[in-house]
């Protein structure tokens, strides 16, 4: 049985904040809000997504590409999006710091690295 749907869960400390974030500066869309008094929850669609599943050699091959030393810890966001760098500026605005330049990957894309408020790093890309 294959699965329908792929989720992926962030606990953040400011919720408000993440929200702000992800959904008004990066531009995901909001498919709900199930927030009561128990607890906030927001679902934001990101489009078509997949799990992409490398060894420790290959994200530090990664790593070195997109930021030029090893920083990733087990879990990157990585989102296609049309212009990466013109994302980071409006990104940077919303609390975002940039971790490396732009970059021409060895397999095509153009990749650039952010740190989100939250903590999340994330590979904004670009393919040819």
């Not at 070195?64 to 030393?69: H, K, T």
């Not at 975002?96 to 904004?124: F, K, S, Y």
Request: net charge negative.
């Amino acid at each position: 049985m294959q699965p329908t749907e792929f989720r992926v869960v962030l606990t953040v400390e400011d919720h408000e904040q993440a929200v702000t974030f992800y959904r008004d500066a990066l531009g995901l869309s909001e498919l709900a809000d199930w927030s009561s008094d128990n607890g906030k929850v927001v679902l934001l669609d990101a489009g078509h997504a997949t799990l992409e599943l490398v060894d420790a050699a290959q994200a530090a091959v990664i790593d070195q590409v997109e930021v030029g030393r090893r920083v990733a810890g087990p879990v990157r966001l990585a989102l296609q999006v049309d212009n990466p760098p013109a994302l980071v500026t409006v990104l940077q605005r919303a609390g975002a710091e940039p971790l490396g330049e732009l970059a021409e990957t060895p397999w095509g894309d153009r990749n650039v690295r952010i740190l989100a408020p939250d903590g999340m790093q994330l590979t904004l890309f670009t393919t040819p």
